[in-house]
């Protein structure tokens, strides 16, 4: 999926999930012969049940009805996020810091591309975690993928 159709998918559905009262955590669309899926990812305070992936998809369903941003047909399926849940926004790297995380950059810096340690802190522009008893500070343009890890 290009970046553009992501973005404006998240920009489109992500308001939706907040006024039902959920976060939307992450978006998925993978393209398959003639038709792809749109996988949505969300949480609230209280874990999310298989009630709420309904309402959800419903109310997503509709949206995308109308306004139609996918030029193919698709399968929509929503889910929780998971025991490796995916980290996307300054919001969600704030509410994780102390856990072990994992990052995967754009580019590698000094050769080394992956790292994996305990999330030390979170701001506006980036991220610091504790690596192998250093500190590294990551900005979010340089992430490619962000993840909790076990």
């Given at each position: 999926m290009s970046a553009t159709l992501r973005e404006r998918l998240i920009a489109l559905i992500e308001p939706l999930t907040g006024r039902l009262g959920y976060e939307l955590v992450d978006l998925e669309h993978s393209a398959g012969r003639g038709s792809a899926v749109v996988r949505l990812y969300i949480d609230q305070a209280q874990g999310v049940g298989i009630?709420?992936?309904?309402?959800?998809?419903?109310?997503?369903?509709?949206?995308?009805?109308?306004?139609?941003?996918?030029?193919?047909?698709?399968?929509?399926?929503?889910?929780?996020?998971?025991?490796?849940?995916?980290?996307?926004?300054?919001?969600?790297?704030?509410?994780?810091?102390?856990?072990?995380?994992?990052?995967?950059?754009?580019?590698?810096?000094?050769?080394?591309r992956r790292y994996t340690g305990t999330l030390l802190g979170a701001d506006a522009s980036g991220v610091e975690l504790e690596v192998d008893g250093t500190r590294v500070a990551v900005p979010y343009e340089e992430m490619a993928k962000a993840r909790l890890a076990g």
């Open positions: 009630e709420d992936c309904e309402r959800v998809s419903r109310e997503v369903s509709a949206l995308l009805d109308v306004e139609d941003p996918i030029p193919t047909a698709y399968t929509l399926e929503v889910s929780s996020p998971g025991f490796d849940r995916v980290l996307r926004t300054p919001g969600h790297f704030a509410r994780f810091v102390g856990a072990r995380v994992f990052l995967e950059l754009r580019a590698p810096r000094e050769g080394r």
